[in-house]
């Protein structure tokens, strides 16, 4: 069964940190570009930042978040992360994983507030 979970989101204050985590099960991880997206709510779904499923591959992000967030994978441990750094109010959302043209994972909140 094809799954992604993703975990590590939460309530954090203005200029902190916070890393996000998806751990993939069920189908061949290292095979596929993994993406993150988020939604705020009342706004469409934005994509945040990608990783090919090439080692060394050129990663992408987001103009709003270039510079603050990185994208990483580890595919002995079938994990794709998203570290956010200098993290600001307008980052609250719904954080969700992708791995592109298989599966989506559930979800996890983000929220950016003093």
């Known amino acids: 069964q094809v799954q992604l979970v993703e975990s590590g989101g939460g309530l954090v204050q203005p200029g902190e940190s916070l890393r996000l985590s998806c751990t993939a099960a069920g189908f061949r991880f290292s095979s596929y570009g993994m993406r993150w997206y988020r939604q705020a709510p009342g706004k469409e779904r934005e994509l945040v930042a990608g990783?090919?499923?090439?080692?060394?591959?050129?990663?992408n992000y987001a103009d709003s978040v270039k510079g603050r967030f990185m994208i990483s994978r580890d595919n002995a441990k079938n994990t794709v992360y998203l570290q956010m750094n200098s993290l600001k109010p307008e980052d609250t959302a719904v954080y969700y994983c992708?791995?592109?043209?298989?599966?989506w994972g559930q979800g996890t909140q983000v929220t950016v507030s003093s």
């Open positions: 992708n791995a592109i043209n298989l599966a």
């Open positions: 990783i090919p499923s090439t080692i060394g591959g050129r990663t």
